[in-house]
T-cell receptor, first 116, second 113 residues
């Protein structure tokens, strides 16, 4: 069975540019979450989507946006890139939406974004 | 707010040594607790979890017990292997009206033959 797939795996962008990252969840999973992992730090929550609706948002500027499609895949968009946006961006999928404390999240291998 | 504090790494051990990685948390409610592992170049994998006080999560020889009185969830393994070298993340999740899981900074484990 395919796990969570993310594309691209690596990306180099210039300051001020825009980037779109993509995530396909495990088949049957309806919830997708996005995380930013800066080198040497733990993942920081950016967004959670369930059934195409935003269910949670972390402390990130409005330059960050996301959406979920009818097939439950998701895109993370970042505008006006800054050097500090360089990080590993992780996508995780899970079965349920909100209200379930014990829902396990399955992570993709991430997209390594470098902003120069 | 919610937070997770892990011991600083790297933790360097010889093969077959005993491992403890400390994790403490603060939470506004009653969280579920998790340990994730990240091997080089890969995403995070769930290692084990515990959902209520005194629960013990275990997997692949690793164990952690949910201690509500000390707000801790320390990871232990009796005999580490070189293949256990990775970064370990402690995390909490409240669920309910909160959809924001909180991770610790991670602890790097290096196991030498």
């Amino acid at each position: 069975d395919a796990g969570v797939t993310q594309s691209p795996t690596h990306l180099i962008k210039t300051r001020g540019q825009h980037v779109t990252l993509r995530c396909s969840p495990i088949s049957g999973h309806k919830s997708v979450s996005w995380y930013q992992q800066v080198l040497g730090q733990g993942p920081q929550f950016i967004f959670q989507y369930y059934e195409k609706e935003e269910r949670g948002r972390g402390n990130f500027p409005d330059r960050f946006s996301a959406r979920q499609f009818p097939n439950y895949s998701s895109e993370l968009n970042v505008n006006a890139l800054l050097l500090g946006d360089s990080a590993l961006y992780l996508c995780a999928s899970s079965l349920g939406g909100g209200g379930e404390r014990n829902t396990e999240a399955f992570f993709g291998q991430g997209t390594r974004l470098t902003v120069v | 707010g919610n937070s997770v504090t892990q011991m600083e790494g790297p933790v360097t051990l010889s093969e077959e040594a005993f491992l403890t990685i400390n994790c403490t948390y603060t939470a506004t409610g009653y969280p579920s607790l998790f340990w994730y592992v990240q091997y080089p170049g890969e995403g995070l994998q769930l290692l084990l979890k515990a959902t209520k006080a005194d629960d013990k999560g275990s997997n692949k020889g690793f164990e952690a017990t949910y201690r509500k009185e000390t707000t801790s969830f320390h990871l232990e393994k009796g005999s580490v292997q070189v293949s256990d070298s990775a970064v370990y993340f402690c995390a909490l999740n409240l669920g309910g009206g909160s959809y924001i899981p909180t991770f610790g900074r991670g602890t790097s484990l290096i196991v030498h033959p």
